[in-house]
């Protein structure tokens, strides 16, 4: 089946002034943005709203990171029920980033995409592997590992809400890339658990991504690929190639 090439850019702790974010949305306002593709962008939490208000319309924002609770006592977190109120309809979980430097498990990123889903909100659910991990032959188990345990917590019709990015923590910020066959093997490998795990129909309809290192020069070839359905971009979000990888499936 077809499904909708979506390429989100995760702007991460980037830029550092809000004179810096309006330029960077200026480029994407006035970009010529293929529009059968999904554009989701994720900058820093400072800087939503007004993103939120600038950004043009097809142009959808997310969150870089959300917590499970609705309120309460947790200083320094953002509820789902906030994005949403907010009027922000994405939120990216499980970055390897989250996984690393703040020591999020598995099971915490599946607490918080039930939270997420359950508010209202779309999920752009990182996973990936190590590159000891890649060289041990670990690909598939790490990937399938991390998924299952949103596999467990959440509903098969939930998926619908679910976007899989495939970052292979090696990759990211490296400058390394996986060859657009070891994408393709991985993705295919996800796919496979998937149908397994869950059905065979929200196999074939989660779009997954590819992230690590995507920029304007190796996209086109990535998004060949059959089963890789767009890419969330890093450092490259912040230049203006990013309206080149948005355009990777453009003849």
Not at 132 to 161: F, M, Y
Request: aromatic share 6%.
């Amino acid at each position: 089946m077809t499904r909708q090439f979506f390429v989100g850019g995760n702007f991460k702790l980037n830029p550092t002034s809000l004179t810096a974010s309006k330029s960077l949305i200026d480029v994407l306002n006035k970009g010529d943005l293929d529009p059968n593709t999904e554009v989701v962008i994720a900058p820093p939490s400072i800087y939503l709203l007004s993103v939120l208000d600038s950004v043009r319309k097809e142009v959808k924002v997310a969150a870089q990171n959300a917590y499970f609770k609705e309120s309460g006592a947790f200083t320094g977190e953002i509820s789902p029920k906030q994005l949403v109120d907010a009027g922000i309809p994405y939120v990216v979980l499980g970055h390897s980033e989250r996984r690393t430097i703040f020591h999020e498990t598995s099971e915490l990123v599946a607490t918080k995409t039930k939270a997420a889903i359950e508010a209202g909100l779309k999920v752009i659910l990182c996973i990936g592997e190590t590159l000891q991990e890649r060289e041990a032959g670990k690909t598939a188990e790490v990937c399938e590992a991390q998924l299952k345990a949103v596999v467990d917590g959440i509903k098969e019709a939930d998926w619908s809400k679910i976007v899989i990015a495939y970052e292979p923590v090696w990759a990211i910020g490296t400058g390394k890339v996986a060859t657009s066959a070891q994408a393709q093997q991985a993705h295919a490998d996800v796919r496979s658990y998937l149908a397994k795990a869950v059905s065979t129909s929200v196999a074939n309809e989660t779009q997954i991504l590819y992230g690590g290192s995507v920029t304007a020069a190796n996209c086109k070839e990535l998004a060949k690929q059959q089963d890789v359905d767009g890419f969330l971009v890093g450092g490259a979000s912040l230049k203006p190639e990013f309206i080149d990888i948005i355009n990777a499936r453009r003849a």
